[in-house]
Antibody, heavy 117, light 107 residues
Framework: QVQLQQWGAGLLKPSETLSLSCNVY????????WTWIRQPPGKGLEWVGEINPSGITNYNPSLKSRVTISMGTSRNQLSLKLTSVTAADTAVYYCAAGGEWYYFDYWGQGTLVTVSS | EIVMTQSPATLSVSPGERATLSCRAS??????LAWYQQKPGQAPRLLIY???TRATGIPARFSGSGSGTEFTLSISSLQSEDFAVYYCQQYHNWPRAFGQGTKVEIK
């Protein structure tokens, strides 16, 4: 059964760089569509960005200058970097994958990232 | 930028009853719409894609309809495990956008 496992630092100081990774276990995707979604505590879902099987990325304009999403050479590993974080970036970050298009049926467990001085 | 608006914010339903959730897009998204279910402390779960296609393993009591700007998620007979928050998301254009969510609670 395919699962996504994500990891990364959970506590950052303002101005630091958020770095998260996500791996596929129990199977593999040949041409995955990947996305990062975040959810501030007690709030709704916010799209961070995505990458398609060709490596083309799209980002939320509100984050565009600070965010980078990349895919490993096997296409079964995903990473997220968000620079110059502030308290507004505090959220649970989810990676998610889909095998056909930009809808996502495999999700990581979520990583709570807290930005605090 | 497309804005997704869900209604109602909260829906109180008795087990066994039908629930109808609405999602409106500010622009035409054709059928490029997904519905996700999220329970407390869990990741979202894909229910419906392409506006009306059930994802793998999703029970038949969940159905989606609509196209263009008006969409509906129906749950024909609510089970205890269906009480959750439901989000719609358009993937027709960038930036992708979620609705603010509808919480389905026990009446």
């Amino acid at each position: 059964q395919v699962q996504l496992q994500q990891w990364g630092a959970g506590l950052l100081k303002p101005s630091e760089t958020l770095s998260l990774s996500c791996n596929v276990y129990g199977g593999s995707f040949s041409d995955p569509y990947w996305t990062w979604i975040r959810q501030p505590p007690g709030k709704g879902l916010e799209w961070v960005g995505e990458i398609n099987p060709s490596g083309i990325t799209n980002y939320n304009p509100s984050l565009k200058s600070r965010v980078t999403i990349s895919m490993g050479t096997s296409r079964n590993q995903l990473s997220l970097k968000l620079t110059s974080v502030t308290a507004a970036d505090t959220a649970v970050y989810y990676c998610a994958a889909g095998g056909e298009w930009y809808y996502f049926d495999y999700w990581g467990q979520g990583t709570l990232v807290t930005v605090s001085s | 930028e497309i804005v997704m608006t869900q209604s109602p914010a909260t829906l109180s339903v008795s087990p066994g009853e039908r629930a109808t959730l609405s999602c409106r897009a500010s622009q035409n998204v054709l059928n490029n719409l997904a519905w996700y279910q999220q329970k407390p402390g869990q990741a979202p779960r894909l229910l419906i894609y392409s506006a009306s296609t059930r994802a793998t393993g999703i029970p038949a009591r969940f159905s989606g309809s609509g196209s263009g700007t008006e969409f509906t998620l129906s749950i024909s007979s609510l089970q205890s495990e269906d009480f959750a928050v439901y989000y719609c998301q358009q993937y027709h254009n960038w930036p992708r956008a979620f609705g603010q969510g509808t919480k389905v609670e026990i009446k």
